[in-house]
């Protein structure tokens, strides 16, 4: 890792990324930008003004930012801080957003709101975390947002052009040719900018191409005469980019029927305010696993393991789920005996008896919803956050939750890492229950993991059924835990009938892999040479 200090008096040079839409591949180029720069001996970050996101990253001192930067910044071999990205947009409902503020929550507001209150005063906060960066690395990666020719959010725009100009920052455009109309996206996008705001292009991106570059080579040499903007390169379509994305909107190209020669399936419910989805990425990468997502009735079927992930909205996302039918294919499912039920986060409040929300946290307006009543368990939600990393050990020895063939998952030694991002409060109902005939008393549950706080006290997190057929923790991130996953996964193969696989891959390893091999990939189809003169540097 470089030993670059810190120099008020020479700020690093600074690069912007936009895109001609949303989901044209902006983070993944930022990405390997940032790995080729770390490769090429400087020392980078990114940065994002304002991201709106539901995939968010909990950084060391516990503050929330995209998921993107916090990728980024490992990329980068650094810890993320919120100046990476300063104002994270959670959407809870249509036109109306949690707003977190340096990794904290703001306020709630419209999306008028926030366009008539918030953003004129932005400024000062995003020039603010951007000039430390500045102040503290070589290089900063700026990722702009959507689309930089939109033409109603222009005069308030704190993440594309205007951030360009106060940065006073060169800008290379992204547009994804797998989408079609590659000319007409990037000639449009010139043609609504101003005058001023075309200055700062220096280069285009082409990304996602399939096919024989001779054949696209006169479109290239139209586009360069008709813009007088060079094109950097064209960028191979990717295949199963195991980078971390923060937009749900990659969901639409994930497999929603199981693939035949996997060995487990495991179904997630998709619901609409789905957050944090990352979370099963590494179930997805094990060999013996198939990962589908379900969103309506009769997609569920018998898999060996059901997942309910994290969501911005949790009550509203229970009744969207009952309504389309989904509680009764859960409870089908379980049925048949051999499937286990897990929730995370959002998902493991809804497995408990009754959800409230008194101080309408969470939909802005008081309500309390029945839960889905598979543990003895109520939430309340408050409005304070806990954002914090967490690691600990496992505190219990629960039938089918691990493989019986592994004992490494016991082991003292903190082996369980994670963190939290949530505003409910999960307490055991130990009374006479009153929700869903079947839900367990307390006899019937036990803790799940023996959390450390760092001045040493404890606390235990997570609640299962003694017979492992379901359980649910507030831990983002808990399937990242290599030995844990694997146990578990092997303890669904036994009860199959299968052999436990064992050790596969180790996350940590998987992900710097990853970041060397898309950055050799985009290193070898852009200029970087060019790329560097653009940012005033020698390569």
């Keep these: 890792m470089s030993t670059f200090e810190p120099s008020c008096t020479n700020p690093a040079a600074v690069l912007m990324l936009q895109g001609t839409a949303s989901d044209v591949g902006k983070s993944v180029v930022t990405t390997a930008l940032c790995r080729i720069f770390v490769q090429d001996g400087y020392r980078p970050a990114p940065f994002k003004s304002q991201n709106m996101a539901l995939n968010s990253y909990v950084t060391e001192d516990g503050k929330e930012i995209g998921r993107a930067q916090g990728v980024q910044a490992e990329a980068c071999g650094i810890e993320a801080t919120t100046d990476m990205n300063p104002i994270l947009i959670k959407p809870v409902k249509d036109m109306?957003?949690?707003?977190?503020?340096?990794?904290?929550?703001?306020?709630?507001?419209?999306?008028?709101?926030?366009?008539?209150?918030?953003?004129?005063?932005?400024k000062q906060t995003v020039m603010d975390a951007l000039n430390r960066l500045r102040d503290t690395y070589d290089i900063v990666l700026m990722e702009g947002a959507g689309s930089?020719?939109?033409?109603?959010?222009?005069?308030?725009?704190?993440?594309?052009?205007?951030?360009?100009?106060?940065?006073?920052?060169?800008?290379?455009?992204?547009?994804?040719?797998?989408?079609?109309?590659?000319?007409?996206?990037?000639?449009?996008?010139?043609?609504?900018?101003?005058?001023?705001?075309?200055?700062?292009?220096?280069?285009?991106?082409?990304?996602?191409?399939?096919?024989?570059?001779?054949?696209?080579?006169?479109?290239?040499?139209?586009?360069?005469?008709?813009?007088?903007?060079?094109?950097?390169?064209?960028?191979?379509?990717?295949?199963?980019?195991?980078?971390?994305?923060?937009?749900?909107?990659?969901?639409?190209?994930?497999?929603?029927?199981?693939?035949?020669?996997k060995e487990l399936d495991i179904a997630v419910i998709r619901y609409p305010r789905i957050s944090n989805f990352t979370d099963t990425?590494?179930?997805?990468?094990?060999?013996?696993?198939?990962?589908?997502?379900?969103?309506?009735?009769?997609?569920?079927?018998?898999?060996?393991?059901?997942?309910?992930?994290g969501t911005k909205d949790t009550i509203g996302d229970l009744l969207e789920l009952r309504a389309r039918g989904l509680e009764e294919d859960i409870r089908q499912a379980m049925k048949a005996g051999r499937t286990q039920l897990v929730g995370i986060c959002g998902g493991y409040q809804m497995l408990g008896t009754a959800l409230y929300d008194p101080q309408a946290v969470e939909s802005g307006l008081p309500q309390q919803a029945r839960g889905l009543g598979w543990?003895?368990?109520?939430?309340?939600?408050?409005?304070?956050?806990?954002?914090?990393?967490?690691?600990?050990?496992?505190?219990?020895?629960?039938?089918?939750?691990?493989?019986?063939?592994?004992?490494?998952?016991?082991?003292?030694?903190?082996?369980?890492e994670g963190y939290e991002i949530h505003m409910g409060v999960t307490e055991c109902v130990t009374g006479p229950q009153s929700s869903t005939e079947g839900t367990p008393g307390m006899e019937k549950m036990r803790s799940l993991f023996h959390i450390r706080r760092g001045d040493g006290t404890g606390f235990e997190e997570g609640w299962g059924t003694t017979d492992g057929k379901v359980w649910g923790t507030y831990l983002h991130g808990v399937f990242d835990n290599d030995c844990f996953r694997r146990s578990w996964l092997d303890g669904l193969r036994q009860a199959k009938g299968l052999t436990p696989l064992d050790s596969t891959f180790t996350v940590r390893e998987a992900k710097e892999q990853e970041f060397d091999r898309v950055a050799e990939v985009v290193r070898a189809h852009l200029d970087m040479d060019q790329i560097y003169r653009i940012m005033g540097m020698n390569s």
């Excluded at 950097?232 to 195991?242: A, C, D, F, M, T």
């Excluded at 094990?286 to 992930?309: F, H, K, N, Q, W």
């Excluded at 939430?379 to 020895?397: M, N």
């Design 96 to 122: 109306h957003s949690q707003i977190v503020v340096h990794g904290v929550p703001y306020a709630y507001m419209s999306a008028s709101d926030y366009r008539k209150d918030f953003l004129p005063q932005a």
């Design 375 to 416: 543990l003895a368990l109520s939430t309340t939600f408050l409005k304070e956050k806990q954002t914090v990393r967490v690691q600990g050990t496992l505190s219990i020895h629960c039938p089918l939750l691990l493989s019986t063939a592994s004992d490494s998952a016991f082991d003292p030694k903190p082996n369980i």
């Design 148 to 261: 930089p020719a939109e033409i109603n959010l222009k005069d308030r725009d704190i993440v594309n052009m205007n951030l360009a100009g106060w940065a006073d920052a060169p800008v290379l455009l992204i547009s994804d040719i797998d989408r079609g109309g590659v000319f007409a996206s990037l000639v449009g996008t010139i043609e609504l900018l101003e005058p001023h705001e075309v200055q700062r292009i220096r280069g285009f991106i082409i990304n996602k191409f399939r096919g024989d570059l001779s054949l696209l080579q006169p479109g290239l040499d139209w586009l360069e005469k008709r813009t007088d903007i060079p094109v950097l390169g064209v960028l191979p379509y990717l295949p199963n980019i195991r980078i971390e994305a923060e937009d749900s909107v990659v969901l639409d190209k994930k497999p929603r029927l199981s693939a035949k020669d």
């Design 281 to 309: 990425d590494a179930l997805a990468a094990e060999p013996d696993v198939s990962v589908r997502y379900v969103t309506e009735a009769g997609e569920l079927g018998v898999p060996d393991a059901i997942i309910l992930p």
